[in-house]
């Protein structure tokens, strides 16, 4: 399922029917290949992106070994792709991203979102929500991974972005929950079998 601004955007209940249509309007669509770069390490993104389709994931280069251990950042489908004050402050991104699987993305050039400030000033407040409610997710999260056992966090996985888990591929789904590839295909055997541990 993919979500449409719209749907991340109207409960917010900050802007009318007529300018939630206009910002979602205002994007385009682009389609991103799988291991394509969305951006490179030390340099600007010069749009507001907003997944609509696949995983996007940050990191070293994919040919760096260290990567795997050094990042665990996604951004899932039906968010808008927040990397601390890299957009909102047009800072350097500190990491590549790119696509994990063949994904959609909405973009909106940030000349575009200066025009949008203007003809709609409550878009500032939109975002500044989105990134409160994503920077608390984070935290959730994070500790979630921290307290819980590895079952717990697998599980909790599953529960909230099912299809996703279907999608990544199992290292990379073990290193986002801090779990050793080998216990997550134990703990992924064991429940398929209707066992506990």
Do not use: C, W
């Not at 449409?4 to 300018?19: F, T």
């Not at 799988?34 to 992106?49: E, I, Q, R, T």
């Not at 003809?119 to 999260?141: C, M, N, W, Y």
């Not at 779990?179 to 134990?186: A, D, H, K, V, W």
């Amino acid at each position: 399922m993919s979500q449409s601004i719209r749907d991340l955007i109207s409960p917010l209940n900050i802007l009318s029917k007529s300018e939630i249509l206009n910002v979602s309007k205002s994007f385009k669509t682009v389609q991103i290949k799988k291991d394509d770069y969305l951006v490179n390490a030390g340099k600007h993104l010069d749009s507001l992106v907003f997944l609509k389709k696949g995983i996007l994931r940050s990191g070293l280069n994919q040919d760096q070994e260290s990567d795997i251990f050094q990042s665990k950042d996604f951004t899932f489908e039906g968010n808008f792709l927040f990397s601390g004050g890299s957009i909102l402050n047009y800072q350097p991104f500190p990491h590549s991203i790119y696509a994990l699987i063949d994904s959609e993305i909405l973009v909106l050039t940030l000349v575009e979102l200066d025009g949008i400030y203007e003809s709609i000033p409550g878009f500032v407040a939109v975002l500044r929500q989105l990134t409160q409610d994503e920077l608390e997710k984070q935290e959730k999260l994070a500790v979630l991974i921290k307290i819980q056992p590895p079952q717990k966090r697998y599980e909790h996985f599953q529960r909230n972005f099912a299809l996703l888990a279907a999608q990544l591929p199992e290292s990379q789904l073990a290193h986002f929950l801090q779990i050793p590839t080998s216990e997550l295909s134990r703990i992924r055997k064991k429940i398929s079998l209707g066992s506990t541990f």
